[in-house]
């Protein structure tokens, strides 16, 4: 196990720890951008309220409910949609980087992969922007994450430079890993083009202040 991260026992095993569980829902596809390249998934994620990409998912109160039952709650109220969750779909727990060590009630993150057919993932679209109760405040949308590589570079790359809470964008990259969702050299080079788009943002921004 990867330092810092906990297993499911360990993590559950913490008193006075909080507990806040996230989900990438995930499915294949067959259908093509422009007709002719590939999408082959469609992971989601969303646009919170704070302007940061995240996962769907939040606090769970562990005297009140299980991690799973605390997530499907979340995931109700974000996405209007009823999603049992199981511990199978469980892949990893860590403390959160941004919880102070000496906090006597530091929040554990756990994360969560569930796979789903394009059908239910359309549906969670549908119902996450028309009934579900967070809708337009603690959720602004729900964003499809593109898994592909454009000519000039972009798509993946331009995605992954993006804002991310806490440690999104490490739980996004790890699944991408984990399920194969996108071949190693491809994602490394996504990467690295990434970094480039980063250094360039920050001087756009620049020019912007001056
Ligand atoms: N990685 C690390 N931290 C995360 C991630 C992530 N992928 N996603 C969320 N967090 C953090 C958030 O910053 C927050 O501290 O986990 C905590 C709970 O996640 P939320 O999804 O924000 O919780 P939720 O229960 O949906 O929202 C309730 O909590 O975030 C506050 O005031 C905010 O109104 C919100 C309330
Ligand atoms: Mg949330």
């Known amino acids: ?33 422009f007709g002719k390249i590939p999408i082959r998934h469609i992971p989601l994620m969303q646009m919170r309220f704070d302007g940061l990409l995240g996962f769907s998912g939040g606090f769970v109160n562990l005297s009140k409910e299980s991690l799973e039952e605390g997530l499907r709650r979340e995931l109700s109220e974000e996405l209007g949609v009823d999603i049992t969750i199981s511990e199978e779909h469980h892949v990893d727990a860590c403390f959160s980087p941004t919880s102070s060590l000496s906090s006597s009630s530091r929040l554990i993150l756990h994360f969560y992969v569930k796979k789903m057919e394009e059908e239910e993932i359309r549906k969670v679209e549908q119902m996450a922007s028309s009934t579900a109760a967070d809708h337009g405040q603690e959720v602004l949308g729900m964003v499809r994450v593109p898994l592909y590589t454009l000519k000039d570079g972009s798509g993946l790359a331009t995605f992954l430079s993006h804002s991310f809470v806490g440690n999104a964008r490490s739980q996004l990259i790890n699944s991408l890993q984990r399920f194969n969702l996108v071949p ?26 001056t």
């Open 1 to 33: 196990m990867a330092s810092g991260q906990l297993s499911r026992e360990e993590a559950l095993a913490c008193e006075g720890c909080r507990h806040a569980c996230h989900v990438m829902l995930f499915c294949n596809t067959n259908s093509k951008l």
């Open 184 to 209: 190693p050299q491809e994602l490394h080079k996504a990467l690295s083009r990434a970094m480039e788009i980063n250094s360039q943002t920050a001087m756009n921004l620049q020019v912007v202040m």
